[in-house]
Protein backbone atom coordinates (compact mmCIF):
# COMPACT_ATOMS: atom_id res chain seq x y z
CA UNK A 1 0.00 0.00 0.00
CA UNK A 2 1.25 3.37 -0.82
CA UNK A 3 1.90 5.60 1.84
CA UNK A 4 -0.57 8.99 1.57
CA UNK A 5 0.81 12.08 3.29
CA UNK A 6 -1.03 15.59 3.99
CA UNK A 7 -1.82 18.15 1.69
CA UNK A 8 -1.10 20.47 4.12
CA UNK A 9 1.88 21.79 6.41
CA UNK A 10 0.01 22.84 9.59
CA UNK A 11 -0.81 20.82 12.22
CA UNK A 12 -4.00 18.82 12.12
CA UNK A 13 -4.97 20.80 15.21
CA UNK A 14 -5.04 23.76 13.57
CA UNK A 15 -6.69 22.93 10.69
CA UNK A 16 -9.69 21.39 12.78
CA UNK A 17 -10.10 24.76 14.80
CA UNK A 18 -9.79 27.18 11.60
CA UNK A 19 -12.31 24.67 9.77
CA UNK A 20 -14.50 24.78 13.20
CA UNK A 21 -14.05 28.87 13.38
CA UNK A 22 -14.76 28.74 9.26
CA UNK A 23 -18.48 27.20 10.13
CA UNK A 24 -19.19 29.68 12.70
CA UNK A 25 -19.05 32.63 10.69
CA UNK A 26 -18.78 31.55 6.76
CA UNK A 27 -22.74 31.85 6.24
CA UNK A 28 -22.06 35.77 7.08
CA UNK A 29 -20.55 36.37 4.11
CA UNK A 30 -21.54 33.46 1.75
CA UNK A 31 -23.16 35.60 -0.84
CA UNK A 32 -19.63 37.33 -1.72
CA UNK A 33 -18.49 33.86 -2.21
CA UNK A 34 -20.95 32.78 -3.88
CA UNK A 35 -20.91 35.45 -5.90
CA UNK A 36 -17.18 34.98 -7.02
CA UNK A 37 -17.38 31.15 -7.42
CA UNK A 38 -20.94 29.55 -7.91
CA UNK A 39 -19.64 26.11 -6.41
CA UNK A 40 -19.73 27.72 -3.07
CA UNK A 41 -23.21 27.34 -2.31
CA UNK A 42 -25.09 28.57 1.15
CA UNK A 43 -24.79 24.30 1.96
CA UNK A 44 -20.73 25.26 2.41
CA UNK A 45 -20.73 25.52 5.79
CA UNK A 46 -22.52 22.59 6.61
CA UNK A 47 -20.42 20.19 4.05
CA UNK A 48 -17.32 21.91 6.33
CA UNK A 49 -18.93 20.33 8.92
CA UNK A 50 -19.68 16.96 7.76
CA UNK A 51 -15.85 16.83 6.86
CA UNK A 52 -14.97 18.07 10.25
CA UNK A 53 -17.06 15.31 11.73
CA UNK A 54 -15.88 12.49 9.16
CA UNK A 55 -12.16 13.22 10.39
CA UNK A 56 -13.60 13.20 14.07
CA UNK A 57 -14.81 9.63 13.39
CA UNK A 58 -11.57 8.36 13.08
CA UNK A 59 -9.40 7.52 16.27
CA UNK A 60 -6.81 10.35 16.22
CA UNK A 61 -3.24 10.12 16.74
CA UNK A 62 -2.62 10.24 20.30
CA UNK A 63 -5.86 7.98 21.18
CA UNK A 64 -3.90 5.63 18.86
CA UNK A 65 -0.68 6.04 20.66
CA UNK A 66 -2.45 5.33 24.05
CA UNK A 67 -3.81 2.27 22.98
CA UNK A 68 -0.70 1.24 21.66
CA UNK A 69 1.15 1.53 24.49
CA UNK A 70 -1.41 -0.05 26.73
CA UNK A 71 -1.46 -3.43 24.50
CA UNK A 72 2.46 -2.85 24.32
CA UNK A 73 2.23 -2.51 28.52
CA UNK A 74 0.38 -5.40 28.78
CA UNK A 75 2.69 -7.49 27.01
CA UNK A 76 6.02 -6.50 28.83
CA UNK A 77 3.62 -7.68 31.97
CA UNK A 78 3.29 -11.20 30.20
CA UNK A 79 6.81 -11.07 29.43
CA UNK A 80 7.76 -9.99 33.23
CA UNK A 81 5.27 -13.32 34.67
CA UNK A 82 7.08 -15.72 32.18
CA UNK A 83 10.36 -14.91 33.07
CA UNK A 84 9.35 -15.68 36.84
CA UNK A 85 8.23 -19.07 35.65
CA UNK A 86 11.23 -19.79 33.93
CA UNK A 87 13.47 -18.18 37.16
CA UNK A 88 10.99 -20.65 39.61
CA UNK A 89 11.89 -23.37 37.08
CA UNK A 90 15.56 -22.80 36.91
CA UNK A 91 15.60 -22.83 40.36
CA UNK A 92 14.57 -26.59 40.64
CA UNK A 93 15.91 -27.50 37.43
CA UNK A 94 19.15 -26.95 39.44
CA UNK A 95 17.82 -28.61 42.77
CA UNK A 96 17.03 -31.47 40.91
CA UNK A 97 20.24 -31.41 38.60
CA UNK A 98 22.82 -29.90 40.67
CA UNK A 99 25.99 -29.18 38.56
CA UNK A 100 24.37 -30.46 35.42
CA UNK A 101 25.05 -27.64 33.12
CA UNK A 102 24.00 -29.16 30.44
CA UNK A 103 20.72 -30.37 31.95
CA UNK A 104 19.75 -26.53 32.45
CA UNK A 105 20.74 -25.41 29.25
CA UNK A 106 17.95 -27.95 28.07
CA UNK A 107 15.34 -26.15 30.02
CA UNK A 108 17.14 -22.48 28.37
CA UNK A 109 20.04 -21.28 30.67
CA UNK A 110 21.89 -20.50 27.73
CA UNK A 111 19.08 -18.97 25.70
CA UNK A 112 17.19 -16.95 28.26
CA UNK A 113 19.01 -14.08 27.72
CA UNK A 114 18.23 -13.13 24.38
CA UNK A 115 14.71 -14.01 24.85
CA UNK A 116 13.93 -12.17 28.02
CA UNK A 117 12.57 -8.71 26.24
CA UNK A 118 12.17 -10.21 22.69
CA UNK A 119 8.12 -11.39 22.65
CA UNK A 120 8.76 -13.26 19.18
CA UNK A 121 11.48 -15.62 20.61
CA UNK A 122 10.16 -15.81 24.14
CA UNK A 123 6.74 -17.96 22.27
CA UNK A 124 8.62 -20.60 21.28
CA UNK A 125 11.45 -20.61 24.19
CA UNK A 126 7.77 -21.23 26.52
CA UNK A 127 6.70 -23.77 24.51
CA UNK A 128 10.25 -25.18 24.41
CA UNK A 129 10.13 -24.89 28.44
CA UNK A 130 6.57 -26.45 28.58
CA UNK A 131 7.41 -29.66 26.65
CA UNK A 132 10.99 -29.93 28.72
CA UNK A 133 9.13 -29.05 32.34
CA UNK A 134 6.44 -32.11 31.22
CA UNK A 135 9.07 -34.25 30.41
CA UNK A 136 10.82 -33.94 33.97
CA UNK A 137 8.04 -33.23 35.52
CA UNK A 138 8.31 -35.61 38.43
CA UNK A 139 12.15 -34.80 39.11
CA UNK A 140 10.89 -31.20 39.60
CA UNK A 141 8.25 -32.02 41.79
CA UNK A 142 10.54 -34.38 43.84
CA UNK A 143 12.84 -31.33 43.90
CA UNK A 144 10.21 -29.40 45.66
CA UNK A 145 8.85 -27.51 42.58
CA UNK A 146 5.08 -26.69 43.05
CA UNK A 147 2.63 -28.24 40.35
CA UNK A 148 1.00 -25.13 40.00
CA UNK A 149 3.93 -23.15 38.44
CA UNK A 150 4.17 -26.59 36.06
CA UNK A 151 0.49 -26.51 35.37
CA UNK A 152 0.47 -22.82 34.82
CA UNK A 153 3.07 -22.67 31.64
CA UNK A 154 0.59 -24.06 29.15
CA UNK A 155 -1.65 -21.20 29.65
CA UNK A 156 0.78 -18.74 30.01
CA UNK A 157 2.51 -19.61 26.63
CA UNK A 158 -0.99 -18.74 25.54
CA UNK A 159 -1.15 -15.81 27.06
CA UNK A 160 1.44 -14.37 26.25
CA UNK A 161 0.60 -15.55 22.06
CA UNK A 162 -2.54 -14.03 22.77
CA UNK A 163 -0.95 -10.30 23.79
CA UNK A 164 1.49 -10.66 20.81
CA UNK A 165 -0.85 -11.27 18.36
CA UNK A 166 -2.75 -8.84 19.35
CA UNK A 167 -0.30 -6.33 19.60
CA UNK A 168 0.93 -7.12 15.80
CA UNK A 169 -2.62 -6.53 14.82
CA UNK A 170 -3.31 -3.64 16.47
CA UNK A 171 -0.12 -2.34 14.42
CA UNK A 172 -1.98 -3.02 11.12
CA UNK A 173 -4.98 -1.59 12.54
CA UNK A 174 -3.00 1.29 13.44
CA UNK A 175 -1.76 2.35 9.62
CA UNK A 176 -5.64 1.43 8.89
CA UNK A 177 -6.59 4.48 11.02
CA UNK A 178 -3.70 6.41 10.11
CA UNK A 179 -4.37 6.28 6.44
CA UNK A 180 -8.16 7.15 6.86
CA UNK A 181 -7.44 9.99 8.72
CA UNK A 182 -5.45 11.71 6.73
CA UNK A 183 -7.37 10.67 3.84
CA UNK A 184 -10.38 12.52 5.60
CA UNK A 185 -8.01 15.68 6.64
CA UNK A 186 -7.21 16.20 2.95
CA UNK A 187 -10.46 16.72 1.93
CA UNK A 188 -11.70 18.79 5.02
CA UNK A 189 -8.54 20.94 3.77
CA UNK A 190 -9.54 20.62 0.19
CA UNK A 191 -12.60 22.58 1.57
CA UNK A 192 -11.23 25.17 3.56
CA UNK A 193 -8.36 26.31 1.13
CA UNK A 194 -10.82 27.18 -1.15
CA UNK A 195 -12.02 29.59 0.88
CA UNK A 196 -8.85 31.18 2.15
CA UNK A 197 -7.78 31.47 -1.79
CA UNK A 198 -10.56 33.34 -2.34
CA UNK A 199 -11.07 35.79 0.36
CA UNK A 200 -7.00 36.54 -0.66
CA UNK A 201 -8.84 37.40 -3.52
CA UNK A 202 -12.45 39.46 -2.81
CA UNK A 203 -11.23 40.57 0.52
CA UNK A 204 -7.55 41.91 -0.07
CA UNK A 205 -8.50 45.21 0.80
CA UNK A 206 -10.54 44.33 4.17
CA UNK A 207 -7.64 42.88 6.64
CA UNK A 208 -10.19 41.52 9.04
CA UNK A 209 -12.20 39.33 6.62
CA UNK A 210 -8.93 38.22 5.16
CA UNK A 211 -7.43 37.23 8.44
CA UNK A 212 -11.19 35.47 9.39
CA UNK A 213 -10.98 33.64 6.24
CA UNK A 214 -7.73 33.06 5.52
CA UNK A 215 -5.85 29.48 6.88
CA UNK A 216 -2.87 30.27 9.16
CA UNK A 217 0.68 29.66 7.37
CA UNK A 218 3.11 27.70 9.23
CA UNK A 219 6.37 28.80 11.63
CA UNK A 220 8.53 29.95 9.55
CA UNK A 221 6.87 31.59 6.74
CA UNK A 222 6.46 35.52 6.07
CA UNK A 223 2.77 36.01 6.80
CA UNK A 224 2.41 33.39 9.58
CA UNK A 225 -0.54 34.75 12.14
CA UNK A 226 -0.43 31.90 14.50
CA UNK A 227 2.48 30.82 16.75
CA UNK A 228 2.37 27.07 15.28
CA UNK A 229 4.25 23.64 15.46
CA UNK A 230 3.47 21.84 12.18
CA UNK A 231 3.80 18.60 12.17
Known amino acids: MAKIYRDYNISDAILLEHSEGLVEVIDNN ?124 PELRNKLLRANNDQELFKNERNVHTRERIVRLNALYKKVVIISEIARIIFADNEPLLKRYRLPSPVGSTNNDYDLLAD
Not at 39 to 51: E, F, V
Not at 91 to 107: E, L, Q, S, T
Open 30 to 153: ISEFTKFDTTIGSDYSASIKRSIDDVYGVKSDNVIVDEMSAKTDLLLSVLGECNKAYITIAFFVRKAFPGDRNMANIFGANDIANVRKNQERMVPFMHTLEKNVAEYRDALITAGCNETVINSL
